[in-house]
């Protein structure tokens, strides 16, 4: 059974710090490339960071460029996002999500953890 379970979330001051984990289970995890996505209340999706499987080539939104960091350790099966100098516009849901193309493909989503950025 696959599983994504995300952690780390939490009510944090503007200019402080979270790091977000997610556990994977139940998939071959270094052949998946690890994205996180948040969601606002009241806004669509955002996609914030991306890793590969092997744990290079990572991106990151322009909203989040130099602040966060994305990571991972395939021994762990869990990815990372180390979030600093965090702003009220980073509140909402983040989840990560397991994404492999070809055959057989795979697209795989956590639950979801709450990060409230509020003084």
């Known amino acids: 059974q696959v599983q994504l379970v995300e952690s780390g979330g939490g009510l944090v001051q503007p200019g402080g710090s979270l790091r977000l984990s997610c556990a994977a289970s139940g998939f071959t995890f270094s052949s998946y490339y690890m994205d996180w996505v948040r969601q606002a209340p009241g806004k669509g999706p955002e996609w914030v960071s991306t890793i590969n499987g092997g744990g290079g080539g990572p991106a990151y939104a322009e909203s989040v460029k130099g602040r966060f960091t994305i990571s991972r350790d395939n021994a762990k099966n869990t990815v990372y996002l180390q979030m600093n100098s965090l702003k009220p516009e980073d509140t909402a849901v983040y989840y990560c999500?397991?994404?492999?193309?070809?055959?057989?493909?795979?697209?795989?989503w956590g639950q979801g953890t709450q990060v409230t950025v509020s003084s």
């Open positions: 999500n397991a994404v492999k193309v070809g055959v057989p493909s795979g697209d795989y």
